[in-house]
């Protein structure tokens, strides 16, 4: 059985105060396995935190700041409390990108996402 859902969005707005709105939202230090790829090329990652807005993750590799980005984050079931897991597909954009210890944090927007039993 599958549910969707679309994060609420106003026009194209990656702007500063569109960004700060984003931080009010209580975050999730779930450290999961996840996949983003990008027009061009795809990435392994792990999550950082998560929130109802956006995630941060932790990868290698740098993405832009403007990019469109599709990506799922694998959550295991003993997390949800089911017996299978829960696959979670998004599309997003790319509204952050520094370097932390060593590697880069790039914070992404949830724009669309679908929850899926495994």
Do not use: W
Request: hydrophobic share 40%; glycine share 6%.
């Amino acid at each position: 059985m599958a549910a969707e859902g679309t994060a609420p969005t106003t026009e194209k707005t990656a702007s500063v105060g569109h960004y700060e709105d984003m931080q009010s939202a209580p975050r999730f230090p779930l450290h999961l396995a996840a996949s983003v790829k990008t027009h061009d090329s795809a990435y392994s990652a792990e999550t950082e935190n998560i929130s109802a807005n956006g995630v941060l993750f932790a990868m290698d590799n740098d993405v832009p700041v403007g990019s469109l980005v599709d990506f799922t984050i694998l959550l295991p079931a003993e997390i949800v409390g089911l017996r299978r897991n829960v696959q979670i597909d998004c599309r997003g954009r790319v509204v952050r990108s520094f370097e932390d210890q060593g590697r880069r944090a790039v914070g992404v927007v949830i724009d669309e996402y679908h929850f899926e039993r495994t």
